[in-house]
C-alpha cells in the first residue's frame, strides 16, 4: 500500500516564479492538507481540500491556492514567489475530516527561491 | 491562538538513558494531540496519537502521555539508542489542522 506520495523531491526557483507541488493521497483517503515548514521550525497550515474545496485555510496569503481532483490528489500552487518562500512543503492525507482522525505526512518537497 | 511549545529544543545524551521530552499548549480544547518524529530533511513519521480523552498511549520504547487541563504531553523515549536520533515534534489538534511546536532536536551518543 502506497503512502503519500509527493512531487518533486526538490525544487530550484527564482523570486517572482510560480510553481506548482503535488500530493497524491494514501491509498482510501479522501482528504489532503498542507504545510509550509521552514529550516528550524515546525510546519504551519496552510490549507486543507476535501472533496474539491479548500475546507480550511491557514494564515497565509492569496499567492497560495490549491486544488484537489476527483482522484482526491492535490496541487499546491504558489504565485509571485519570494525568498521566504524557501521551505519544506509536506502534504498529509487523512480519511473524511473528523477531528480524531490520524494524518499521513509524505517525504516533503524541498522548495529553494533564489 | 494555539500556540505550543517544545522544551528542551535541543537534547544530547548517552546511549541507554531514559529520557523525558516537554510539549505545552495554551488552549486545552483540543481533539487530539500526536507526536511526530523527523529526521534531517526528510517528512513526518507519526509515533503516537493521544485522543482528548486519553490519558497516555504506549509503542514500544515509547510513552506519550497527556494532561489537557494543564495543557500538557511528554513523551518518554526508555533505553535511547543511537537510532532514535531525529527531532520530535509534538502537534495539537483542533477539528481539521495540526497546530506544531518547534521540535525538540534530540541527539543519542553511542
Known amino acids: 500500500d502506497a503512502g503519500v506520495t509527493q512531487s518533486p523531491t526538490h525544487l530550484i526557483k527564482t523570486r517572482g516564479q510560480q510553481v506548482t507541488l503535488r500530493c497524491s493521497p494514501k491509498?482510501?483517503?479522501?482528504?489532503v492538507s498542507w504545510y509550509q515548514q521552514a529550516l528550524g521550525q515546525g510546519p504551519q497550515f496552510i490549507f486543507q481540500?476535501?472533496?474539491?474545496?479548500?475546507?480550511q485555510r491557514g494564515n497565509f496569503p492569496d499567492r497560495f491556492s490549491g486544488h484537489q481532483f476527483p482522484n482526491y490528489s492535490s496541487e499546491l500552487n504558489v504565485n509571485a514567489l519570494l525568498l521566504g518562500d524557501s521551505a519544506l512543503y509536506l502534504c498529509a492525507s487523512s480519511y473524511g475530516t473528523g477531528a480524531t482522525d490520524t494524518q499521513y505526512f509524505g517525504p516533503g518537497t524541498r522548495l529553494t527561491v533564489l | 491562538k494555539q500556540e505550543v511549545t517544545q522544551i528542551p529544543a535541543a537534547l544530547s545524551v548517552p546511549e541507554g538513558e531514559n529520557l523525558v521530552l516537554n510539549c505545552s499548549f495554551t488552549d486545552s480544547a483540543i481533539y487530539n494531540l500526536q507526536w511526530f518524529r523527523q529526521d534531517p530533511g526528510k517528512g513526518l513519521t507519526s509515533l503516537l496519537l493521544?485522543?482528548?480523552?486519553?490519558r497516555e498511549q504506549t509503542s514500544g520504547r515509547l510513552n506519550a502521555s497527556l494532561d489537557k487541563s494543564s495543557g500538557r504531553s511528554t513523551l518518554y523515549i526508555a533505553a535511547s539508542q543511537p537510532g532514535d536520533s531525529a527531532t520530535y515534534l509534538c502537534a495539537v489538534s483542533h477539528g481539521q489542522n495540526f497546530v506544531f511546536g518547534p521540535g525538540t532536536r534530540l541527539s543519542v551518543l553511542p
Open positions: 481540500y476535501y472533496e474539491e474545496e479548500e475546507r
Open positions: 491509498s482510501g483517503h479522501d482528504t
Open positions: 493521544i485522543q482528548s480523552s486519553q
